[in-house]
């Protein structure tokens, strides 16, 4: 309300001072122009009057006085001779004046003058104007306007200059009130309420704040705040159940917590080829596209507590745009708590280092899915070249930080930890390899076996997926390298330098206990069929990229040669695979996607009928809620890698089961199969398998479905996402670096 009369207060005073401003510029303005009128109607009334003044002709000038007295705001004129003496007046003026003597005290002077007057109740304009016979003063031409429209002492006046602005200013201030109200006040008023509101924790359904032009440019911080309180409430919520039921599960305030603890005053570095953000330009406007990662949905909660720092590799089309110019931005872009590092890398070198070597090489090498690996030297002097353009943006992000802690992802980047480690000992250094790593024969094939070997040693800590990997990679250095592998402490003392080998199981998210939006896997299920245009009772999903590691093709034998062992299937069964594009500009990635193609192409022509196909291939990227929707709704979900690391799949469908239904039917390949083990776990070389599992997990008990599920989820729940990071930075953070023993591995640090 005080901001209300503040705002009517000045509105009035500025209105009044403008006002009264404007009307002394008008006044001013008036005079003037009446003097000028007057001087006009003077000097073309002396061209006249002067040549009949004389002749004495006193009718003639009479008559010009007359003719020209009735005009507008004209009250009188008169001439007078050179004794003061009236010879023409207009008619009325001496009654309307009477006595009154307007001749001016000197006739003798031959300049023009004029004069205000108040005579009686009447206010005059005065022009007195010399008339001259033969150059000499012969008499007085006297012109009297009426000038009470300027008489400031008039009603009139005050009415005309004062009275319509205030009426104006008073129609401007009424009009201001309803905007203030309206446009100010209320939204102030319903902002308060809101977040009065918000900070009560009483806010009902959507988090946004109310939709007003006046707060467009803080809707974005107002609506981080919100989400930020909301989030810290339902953390506390979240931490006070889980304190109340004695749990352990680990969430990403807990990790924070944890990792901040164990990093002291020292900040973590993280390396991956792929960037946690990315921007890319669509038309004329920048979108921010998060990739799909458990990597970000692992690190972050970190990297926020630590003010840490992610280098990546900047692949985007507008990335360079958004950086500045030491290639760095604040994230997440709504919520800035850490830096990303970008990297830029040329075509021949991205080609060369990542769909190259990377992917061509070491790829199909640690997959033992029988595609050939394929090493070009020219693709080797890019990778190395890659690393060491990484090491330098690492070591300059570095700078100035003590005992940094650095933790690499995955095999894009296996000679990174040596180059570091040489320039930075005071580093500690962790690669995580998301890949299998496989028998010490088969990584022989590789023709820099040793280089890669060496460069991965310049860790202090090395992690894989499972145990088997870790067993693997130590007979491949015991093989390829003189060092000491000390196999009952699981690591490799070379040079002077301890290397720790270790499994950390990666995992996801756990899965909400309650979704606000989750409907029945049946209700689900009849609208997906809908949306596909295919009427079917059952479904089975399958996610991957469209790799030939992943067994998609045994996946549809398998569901083919299921339809032809159970035919009271056919027309209720149908399978759906989603398939995201992956590296097809590779030839074999390319050639693959067409064998996909063809393959489900083959089984539709031969079992599909009106309204039914038993394959469903969605071959484009769908988005985390377009997945859900189809694990939520599944029978049946089949991982059916031929070798994996661990296969997210798996679990991602495990925490997306709120209802505890659904069927996981699980590689023994893939590493998730180690510890899921309620799943079917099938071998996916056999067809005959894998298609009974399918029979199984559509006949299985309800009872005996929800048994295995609730297993599961309980797994997926303890050994998290979360959990998987708070054990890697721990194990890390306790790496001795000045007395690195083999001493030190016989005691690992363990996370509850």
């Known amino acids: ?81 050179l004794r003061s003496a009236p010879i023409a007046m207009t008619s009325g003026l001496s009654d309307r004046f009477p006595g009154q003597n307007f001749v001016p005290s000197q006739l003798t002077t031959t300049s023009a003058a004029g004069r205000f007057l108040r005579v009686d109740s009447s206010y005059l304009y005065v022009y007195d104007l ?61 902002t308060a309420q809101w977040m009065r509101a918000l900070r009560t924790g009483k806010v009902p ?92 949905t692992a690190l972050e909660p970190i990297l926020r507590a630590c003010d840490g720092t992610w280098i990546a590799h900047g692949s985007g089309s507008a990335d360079r745009e958004t950086a500045d110019k030491h290639d760095r931005l604040q994230a997440p872009p709504d919520d800035p708590k850490y830096t990303v590092r970008r990297v830029w890398l040329n075509k021949n070198e991205e080609e060369g280092y990542y769909y190259g070597f990377s992917n061509e090489g070491l790829w199909p090498l640690c997959h033992i899915a029988h595609t050939r690996p394929i090493f070009r030297a020219a693709d080797w002097e890019y990778y190395q070249a890659v690393n060491r353009k990484f090491a330098k943006a690492v070591l300059e992000e570095m700078e100035g930080t003590e005992h940094p802690v650095l933790l690499i992802q995955d095999y894009h980047f296996a000679l990174l930890p040596q180059l570091i480690k040489k320039e930075r000992p005071d580093a500690r250094v962790a690669i995580f390899w998301h890949i299998p790593w496989p028998n010490p024969e088969a990584f022989g094939i590789c023709p820099w076996q040793r280089e890669l070997l060496q460069g991965l040693l310049g860790a202090d800590l090395i992690g894989f997926h499972i145990q088997a990997h870790c067993d693997n990679f130590l007979e491949t250095v015991n093989r390829a390298l003189e060092s000491r592998v000390e196999w009952e402490h699981f690591s490799v003392n070379r040079e002077s330098h301890l290397t720790i080998v270790r499994p950390f199981p990666i995992s996801v998210a756990p899965g909400e206990e309650d979704a606000a939006d989750f409907r029945t896997a049946n209700g689900q299920r009849e609208m997906l069929f809908k949306e596909l245009g ?56 390319h050639d693959f996607l067409g064998e996909v193609e063809a393959e489900a192409d083959r089984i539709n022509w031969r079992y599909h ?130 007395t690195k023993t083999a001493e030190r591995a016989t005691n690992p640090p363990s996370v509850a």
């Open 1 to 81: 309300m005080r901001l209300n009369f503040r705002l009517v207060g000045s509105l009035v005073a500025v209105l009044a001072v403008v006002a009264f401003a404007f009307s002394n510029f008008q006044y001013r303005a008036e005079k003037r122009d009446l003097r000028r009128r007057t001087e006009l109607l003077a000097e073309s009334l002396q061209e006249s009057v002067e040549p009949h003044l004389a002749k004495g002709s006193r009718l003639e000038l009479q008559r010009i006085v007359d003719r020209f007295g009735n005009r507008e705001h004209v009250t009188g004129i008169v001439v007078y001779d």
């Open 534 to 589: 295919v009427q079917a009772l059952y479904l089975g999903v399958g996610v991957d990229r469209v790799d030939y590691t992943k067994g998609i093709l045994e996946r549809f034998l398998a569901v083919e040669r299921f339809l032809e062992r159970y035919p009271r299937y056919q027309g209720k069964f149908a399978f759906v695979q989603i398939g995201a594009p992956s590296r097809t500009h590779i030839k074999r990635y």
């Open 130 to 190: 010399p008339l001259l016979v033969r150059d000499d003063v012969a008499g007085t031409l006297v012109l009297i306007h009426d000038a009470s429209s300027l008489d400031m002492r008039s009603v009139s006046f005050w009415r005309h200059a004062f009275l319509r602005p205030s009426v104006e200013a008073a129609l401007v201030v009424l009009i201001a009130l309803l905007i203030v109200r309206w446009s100010i006040s209320r939204p102030i008023a319903k």
């Open 609 to 738: 009928t009106d309204g039914w196909r038993p394959i469903l291939f969605l071959n484009r990227h769908h988005s985390h809620e377009e997945i859900g929707r189809f694990y939520r709704a599944a029978d049946a979900c089949l991982v059916t890698s031929l070798h994996d690391g661990m296969n997210l799949v798996a679990k991602e469908f495990v925490a997306s089961r709120c209802d505890e239904d659904g069927v996981l039917i699980l590689s023994r390949f893939a590493g998730a199969s180690r510890e899921l083990r309620d799943a079917l776990i099938i071998n996916p070389y056999d067809i005959e398998e894998m298609s009974q599992a399918i029979h199984h997990a559509l006949e299985m008990d309800p009872g005996e479905r929800r048994t295995r599920m609730r297993r599961m989820r309980q797994t997926v729940k303890e050994q998290n996402i979360y959990r998987w990071a708070a054990n890697l930075i721990a194990e890390l953070c306790e790496v001795r670096l000045e």
């Open 205 to 296: 359904g959507r988090l946004d704040a109310p939709e007003h032009d006046l707060f467009m440019p803080l809707r974005r911080e107002v609506r981080t705040l919100v989400e930020s309180l909301a989030a810290a409430r339902e953390s506390a919520a979240k931490e006070a159940r889980l304190r109340e039921a004695a749990e352990s599960t680990w969430t990403p305030e807990r990790l924070a917590v944890h990792v901040r603890g164990k990093l002291d005053s020292s900040r973590l570095f993280v390396v991956s080829n792929r960037e946690p953000y990315m921007h890319t330009k669509d038309g004329k406007t920048i979108r921010v596209v998060v990739p799909a990662s458990g990597l970000v």
